[in-house]
Structures are given as C-alpha cells and as structure tokens.
C-alpha cells in the first residue's frame, strides 16, 4: 500500500534498517520435550545449537516428476532461523523461521513442508518435538488436507461441464470440443499476462493464476455455448445452407453481444488498477488481459471451429433434422413471461429484495480470527497461547526513526505501551545496525488476526505511540494487526472508486451496444439489485447463520466484479435477441417470448456451467464465502434477472425499452424464424 498508510511507512523502515525482505512469510517454531517435561538448561542449549544448523540448511523445493521448471519457478532457499522466546514457565522454546515468498505460492509451501519435515526430524533425534505455526503452516496444513477435495472439484466441474453438453447437443463432439478450445486459448491467455506482468513490472498475487482460469474456463465455455445455439438453430431452420456460410452469420450476430459482455469485463476489472489496496491492483489488469485474449479467440478460433466442423459437430444427434417439438420448457416460459408479465417481475423483485435485506447489520472479516480450525497449525498456536500473549507468534511493532536513538531514550515509550490496553508484554527496544532506527515489538492478548486486534492496534496503541514518541524522533505501527487495519481503511477507499467508475464504463459500453438511454438504465438497475442480492444471501448465511465474524472484506469488490460484469453477459445476450426480435413485425410481447424461447437454453446452460466452475473454488482453503457468493450470484443473474426481470420489463415497455431510438421493424426476410409472431400473437 502507499506510504501514507502507517503500517505501509513502517514496513519500509523495517525493510531498509532492519534487513526485512519485504517478500518473507514468518513461521513460528514451538520446541518441547517429548515426555512433556519442562526443558533443561541442556536442552536450551541443544534447541540453540539446532536453530544454527537449521539457518546453515538450504532447503531444496520438491519438484514432481517432469514438472517444467519454466512453468514452476524454483523457490529453493536457505532460511532465516533464530531463536524467539521462552515460555514462562519452561515448557517449550520459540524460533521464528522466515522463508521468501508468499504464502499462497504453492512452491513456498512446498519448501516449508520440506523445512518442516528435517527440522521434526532432527528435534526429535535430541527428544524434543515441535509444532509449526503462522500463516504459511496454516495455509499449508489446510492445502494439504484439501488437496483430495481440489482435486474432485476440479473433475467434477469439468464432468458437470462435458454432462451439461452433452444433454444438450447429443453430441460428444460437441460436448469436448468447447473445453478443448477454452483449454488452449486459456493457455495463451496464462502466457500473455505473465508477459505483461514481466515487461510492465506487475508483481502478481500467487493466487491470480488460479482465479484466471477458473474465470476464463467459465466465461470461455459460455462464449462457445452461446455460438452454438445461435448455430444450431440457424442450421435448423435452413437444412440446405452452408454451414461456413451459417458459422459467418452467426459470427456476426452473436459476435457483438459476446464483444460487449467480454469488455464489460475488461473495463470492471481494469479500473481496479487505481486501487491503493495492491492485491486488488494486481489481479485487475491481470484478468483483463487474460479477458481479452479470450474474446479475441472467441471471434476467431471458436467461429472457424465452426466452420470447419459443420454439422458434423453434432453428430450423431438428429436434433438437426427437425426442429423442436412445440411446447417445450423454454417456449412455454416465454409466454409466460409474455402473458404475466407483472406477475414474473414482481415475483423476481420481491425474491431479490428479500434476499438483499440480508445486508442490514454486515461487518467485515479482514482475517481468520474467530475462525475455527482444527490443522497442526492451529494446535501448535493454541499450545502458545496457554503460557505467552496471543499475540507472541505475530507481535505488533512499534518503529522509532530518529538520530543518534538509544535504547534508555525509549523508556518513556515503552512503559507507556506496557500500560496501554490490550497488550500483554513488551519487548526490549532493538536498535538497527545503522543505528538510525529501533524496534519495539508488543504481544497483543488477542489473536492478531483477530477483529479485537485491528481495533486495539489502530486505536489505543496507535494513540499511545503518537503521544509518547520522544521529542525529534517519528513513530509507525506495523505487523498483522497495524495492517488489516489499514487494509480495511484501503478497502473502503477502493469501494468508493471503484464502484462509481465501473459502472459508468459499464453503462457506456451498454449504451454503445444497445443505442438506447433507458435500456441501459433498466440493465444496471436489474445486476445492481442482483448484486445486493447476492451479498446479502452470503451475509444472512455466513454471518448470521454460521457465526462467523463477518464476510470477507474482499467479498464486496469481487461480488461487484464478478456478478455485476459477468452476469451482464446474459443480460447483454437476452436484450440483443429482443431487440433483434422487435425489429420485426408483430407486438412487442411476442417478440419477447420469440426471444426468451431462443436464448433460454443458452444462458441456462452458459450459467450452471459458470456456477459450477465457481463452485469449485470451495476446495480453495479460505475460499468458501467467496465460492459460495459467486456461484449463487451467477445462478440469479442467469435465472431471475436474465430470464425473468429483464424480459418481463422489456414486455411491459415494449418497443420505448430503446427509448429514444425507435427504428421501424423491417419486414421478415430471416429464414431462421421458427415462430412467426402471428403464431405468437394468438396465445396471449
């Protein structure tokens, strides 16, 4: 985060006096003896004497069997190890060891579980057993215990991907075909923002590729599935064209939708790139570029996929032969929504609102303090906890800079925060080797991770600090708790801009596409009570349902990003086809219910594919909320607001929805009309 930030400031006095890399992830050593006997001196000495052999250790990353080293950078090291504290009443020993890296980074996890294994392995030849602790053996811990579930979440989303195809089509080439072109244009993607991020300098998040292609395999196939309806039904209707000829066709038509829905995405995630937060300013730009490669291989690889394939993509089905039996699910809802269409809008309003109501009382969660978990991590910290502060494994610290500091000079400041409320011990002052800085670190008496521990950090201690620091000297509070504190300020920030920017961008490719005024409005209104929605669904569920402190303070941006953009792509396909539709002669309604007809199967199935591929993200340890949220916000974007909201709005406008455009309706000259709209006209 910027400077202005004080944790921020304190993390570079940190860095440029104390050595601290600012890429390094702490793990807390705990060492006892095995019988459960207080240590000896001897033992003391042996603990020592290890913590040194350890620190000489290069720890080699473990590699799988061909695994390309291009692909999977080396995170080989040798670790920083030194001795911490000792219990009270000599029960066990704390190192702290600091490891490169982040702790998402699944090769860092990796050197630490490597780390982990020779260090038990050489305690336990002196007798002595120890536990790991700290954010990366947590995450580890829980990345292996959920290594199965990723591993089945992620066939059972390519299963459901192939199956949902499958029912469909009837075909098999049509079902794998879609995977294997978003697989390849996926890969593409993947390279180009790693060569963006190397030629313009952006540090990526170690979670950033994971999110990538789960959103790239969603909106890849929905790209796809939305071309070959449109194929499908053009093939249909002309038994006796060319299939190149329909591929072009199609091309064209679809081809606009998908080159709006694909850059309402870009421009959501691109204005993450003013963010202060910088995980939020990384993953913007990212997943923009890795959007446009993919809309780039949606209007050139998927069409001439197509093209060369022809009706031979849906072999062995017959469903070309003959058109669809007259009075399916997707006819009879569209009138429906053509007959009642007040009823079906009031009943989507009143199903939205009741769930966006669930926002009344929403806190934020900045960590997992409250959380339960029951990892070797979590037991090692809990061991800790009963004999030192909380806080000990993650202390709050306290960074004086001034000229010529000494220790005896900090007195005043440190018996200050002695008293201050909340923290339980406080460490000597340490000086850095230039002699320009000095360290204090405080063991808060509450998890720093924890709600508690943001409020005492960001209140009580930073009011003490900043009435004692000593007179021509400057003062910064840093570590976890110093941080999540201004994250959630950042955070706030971020909301504030980005949410304003993204939708007006949203609202002017809207407005390019559509050519109306009010059309847009009527878009933004229906995904920005979807949005609510959603977040207030995960609130009711998470927050007050399961007790846990709060939805995760990233949860709002995401929810906003993901729903708002990615479920405007159905918004954007249904309101083309009835604007496609209404250019025709007949009533308005029917031209609705031609449109809900056509574009039913597709969003339906474009979102249970895009859902599912959300919903694998709940193997991702910590990912639950944000899983949960995605997949339900698709499904509502998909289901109420596309299928629902919108048409039975577009019905009751009728052709003022492209208000204050209204173009004459050409005459019928489109053999792919299944349903004339006098056949439609009759049944209201």
């Not at 009443?89 to 630490?112: I, R």
């Not at 606009?256 to 959501?268: C, D, Y």
């Not at 000494?406 to 460490?427: I, N, R, W």
Request: glycine residues 8%; neutral net charge.
């Amino acid at each position: 985060m910027p400077r202005s930030y004080d944790s921020a400031a304190a993390l570079r006095i940190a860095e440029e006096h104390f050595g601290l890399r600012p890429d390094a992830t702490t793990v807390t050593v705990l060492v006892a003896r095995a019988d459960g006997k207080p240590l000896t001196a001897a033992d003391h000495e042996r603990v020592t004497a290890r913590s040194a052999e350890l620190a000489a250790h290069r720890v080699e990353m473990p590699r799988e069997k061909d695994e390309p080293a291009l692909l999977v950078p080396d995170r080989s090291q040798t670790p920083r190890v030194a001795p911490a504290v000792r219990a009270p009443d000599g029960s066990f020993d704390l190192l702290t060891v600091e490891l490169t890296g982040s702790q998402a980074d699944e090769g860092v996890q990796k050197v630490f579980r490597a780390f982990r294994d020779h260090a038990t392995a050489r305690f336990a030849a002196d007798g002595l057993r120890s536990g790991y602790t700290g954010a990366l053996a947590e995450t580890s811990d829980t990345t292996e215990a959920n290594r199965t579930a990723t591993v089945v979440g992620g066939a059972l989303v390519v299963g459901l991907i192939v199956l949902l195809n499958v029912l469909v089509f009837r075909s098999v080439l049509a079902a794998v075909l879609p995977l294997l072109a978003v697989s390849f244009i996926g890969g593409v993607a993947t390279g180009a923002v790693a060569g963006m991020a190397i030629l313009t300098g952006l540090r990526l998040d170690a979670s950033t590729p994971g999110l990538i292609s789960v959103v790239l395999l969603g909106i890849g196939v929905d790209y796809l599935l939305f071309l070959l309806f449109r194929f499908r039904e053009q093939l249909r209707a002309r038994p006796d064209r060319p299939a190149r000829e329909a591929a072009a066709e199609v091309s064209g038509r679809v081809g606009t939708a998908i080159t709006s829905a694909a850059l309402t995405i870009v421009a959501a995630f691109a204005t993450l790139g003013v963010a202060s937060f910088g995980q939020f300013r990384s993953l913007g730009p990212a997943i923009a570029v890795a959007v446009l490669v993919m809309l780039l291989g949606s209007l050139t690889l998927m069409p001439a996929m197509l093209a060369a394939c022809g009706r031979k993509l849906f072999w062995p089905s017959r469903a070309l032969r003959r058109d669809p039996a007259p009075g399916s699910t997707a006819e009879r809802f569209g009138l429906l929504v053509a007959r009642r269409p007040l009823t079906v809008l009031l009943g989507s309003i009143a199903l939205l609102t009741a769930l966006a109501a669930g926002v009344v009382g929403i806190r934020m969660d900045y960590g997992q303090g409250g959380a339960t978990s029951t990892t070797p991590a979590a037991a090692t910290a809990a061991e800790i906890a009963r004999a030192l502060p909380a806080g000990v494994s993650d202390p709050t610290s306290v960074y004086v800079t001034g000229p010529a500091l000494a220790p005896a000079g900090l007195d005043g400041l440190s018996k200050a925060l002695s008293g201050t409320e909340g923290v339980g011990q406080v460490a000597r002052p340490v000086l850095s080797p230039d002699g320009r800085a000095a360290r204090i670190d405080l063991y808060l008496t509450v998890d720093a991770q924890s709600a508690r521990a943001r409020e005492l950090a960001s209140g009580p201690v930073r009011s003490t600090v900043s009435a004692h620091t000593p007179a021509g000297t400057e003062a910064h509070v840093g570590g976890t708790a110093a941080v999540f504190a201004d994250v959630s300020d950042a955070v706030d920030r971020d909301l504030r801009l980005v949410f304003p920017v993204a939708a007006a961008l949203i609202g002017l490719i809207l407005l390019l596409l559509l050519r109306s005024l009010l059309a847009p409005v009527v878009l933004m209104l229906a995904v920005g009570l979807g949005f609510a929605a959603t977040l207030g669904a995960s609130t009711l569920l998470f927050q007050h349902g399961l007790g846990e402190p709060g939805v995760s303070f990233t949860l709002p941006l995401v929810l906003f990003l993901f729903v708002v953009a990615l479920g405007t792509d159905y918004n954007i396909l249904i309101t083309d086809r009835i604007r496609e539709e209404m250019h025709r002669p007949g009533p308005a309604r029917a031209a609705v219910a031609r449109a809900v007809r056509h574009t039913t199967p597709a969003i339906a199935t474009a979102g249970l594919v895009l859902a599912g591929s959300f919903a694998s993200l709940a193997t991702t340890p910590g990912s639950a909320q944000v899983a949960f949220a995605l997949t339900l916000g698709i499904l509502l974007s998909a289901f109420v607001l596309s299928l629902a909201l919108v048409p039975a709005l577009a019905a009751l406008l009728g052709r003022s929805l492209w208000w204050p455009l209204r173009r004459p309706a050409p005459a019928v000259t489109d053999e792919a009309t299944v349903h004339p709209a006098a056949e439609y006209a009759h049944r209201y």
